[in-house]
């Protein structure tokens, strides 16, 4: 997930002012920021697990902590920042000003959609996804999915009921708990390496890695500040052998971990920009971070190198039979088809159309997992509603707009960087 949950706000690391570049300058959209981050800040002590991450000033966070607006007086505020940032003259703005504005309106309509849920409001589940991501999910019926399972029951070896039939045959490419940390160190390791041959990071960058238990997600970027994050691997399920280098490129490189160290570094302390040193979660941000994050695999390991990196590397630091890479890759692969399946079951779910046990019924034949896993997946839409969509549709834009660069590699990492380093808004992926 992205610098992705619960208790959030205990969890972030708080700077001192002295990592801005420079004061702020005393424009509309510096004094807009400021108050921005007052109310983001505020939010979070009204809603655990608002705020994902904060590095600004630390009289800030002292003053939201100690005084936090009511959720009434919150909802005035973020509609005063949108009127204001909706009053300015588009022509007096530099194209860096604008841009900045485009990204604050984003974020201030989606502080005005969450403190509206927060007074009780509701939204269906596409009205929802607009007002907080930015961008209103399309939703295919489940049965649009069907010719996806049908190829993969062709793929899958054995039997019988093909959720099962995938899930024992998933189970043969468990990381043995003793092996993981080896595993996804490795996984890690040449994440960063095929990044760093195209992004300059941060001299200081860094990050610890740490499993944990019991959380609705499986993994998480803790973004701490100074270039430094927590990333979090969730141990509760058995972990496979596709998912080191899918967790090493999300949480880590290219993703959350490069994406939060680039904006401090750009924009934060190279531009002075305030609101970047703080992150909502319910927020077009996190469309940006998640879609990049999953995006960011294919393009570090474009085309078979990822598999031939896990047979080389990680299948024999599991234990695991090389041999046998290709068969779990093709099923893997296919299987990923059905990402966005989970926000049709998510929509139904949340607004009653479906039950409960429907809807995990549904999340394990579409997702081909266990029931486990599927109550798993459950627990999190049941937390974070409408935040699906940002994993699938997420990638699906951040793809299409990256890969409009060419063909070349070179000219992909290129965009991509502008993507995680820049204040990127869902509109402007599909330019």
């Known amino acids: 997930m992205t610098s992705c949950l619960a208790g959030l706000a205990a969890a972030v690391a708080l700077l001192a002012t002295p990592a801005m570049a420079a004061p702020f300058e005393d424009s509309g959209l510096d004094a807009i920021a400021k108050d921005f981050v007052r109310l983001t800040l505020e939010a979070g002590e009204r809603e655990p697990g608002y705020v994902d991450a904060y590095y600004g000033p630390q009289d800030l966070a002292d003053a939201a902590k100690a005084a936090p607006r009511e959720i009434p007086a919150l909802r005035q505020e973020a509609d005063r920042l949108a009127a204001a940032l909706a009053a300015m003259d588009a022509k007096t703005l530099t194209p860096d000003e604008a841009r900045r504005r485009a990204f604050l309106q984003g974020q201030v309509k989606a502080a005005q959609t969450r403190l509206a849920m927060m007074a009780g409001e509701k939204f269906d589940f596409q009205t929802e996804a607009q007002g907080l991501f930015g961008v209103r999910p399309p939703l295919k019926p489940l049965s649009a999915y069907d010719p996806i399972l049908a190829k993969i029951d062709k793929l899958a070896p054995g039997k019988g009921e093909l959720g099962p039939r995938v899930d024992a045959f998933n189970a043969r490419y468990v ?91 750009h924009l934060t302390k190279g531009k002075g920009w305030i609101e970047f040193s703080v992150y909502p979660l319910y927020s077009p941000q996190s469309l940006i971070a998640e879609g990049s994050a999953n995006y960011g695999v294919t393009l570090a390991f474009p085309g078979p190198e990822k598999l031939a990196f896990e047979r080389r590397v990680l299948y024999p630091l599991a234990g695991l039979d090389p041999a046998t890479a290709a068969a779990y890759d093709a099923v893997a692969t296919a299987t990923a088809d059905l990402a966005s399946a989970q926000n049709t079951i998510a929509a139904a779910y949340l607004s009653g159309k479906m039950d409960k046990e429907t809807a995990i019924a549904n999340l394990s034949k579409y997702g081909l997992s266990s029931r486990a896993k599927a109550e798993k997946s459950l627990s999190f839409i049941e937390g974070y509603r409408s935040y699906v969509i940002n994993y699938n549709l997420g990638q699906d834009m951040v793809r299409a707009h990256v890969e409009r660069a060419g063909p070349s590699q070179d000219a992909r990492w290129k965009r991509m960087e502008a993507v995680i380093s820049q204040p990127t808004t869902p509109a402007d992926l599909a330019k």
């Not at 996984?187 to 992004?199: D, F, G, L, N, Y």
């Open 175 to 265: 990381i043995p708990a003793d092996r993981l940390k080896p595993v996804m160190e490795a996984a890690i390791a040449e994440c960063k390496a095929r990044t760093q041959a195209h992004i300059a990071l941060p001299k200081n960058e860094r990050f610890d890695l740490s499993f944990v238990t019991k959380k609705p997600w499986g993994g998480y970027n803790w973004y701490k500040g100074d270039a430094h994050s927590l990333i979090e691997v969730n141990t509760d399920l058995p972990i496979p052998i596709s998912r080191a280098v899918n967790l090493g490129c999300h949480e880590g490189y290219p993703g959350h971990h490069v994406l939060n160290a680039l904006l401090e570094e």
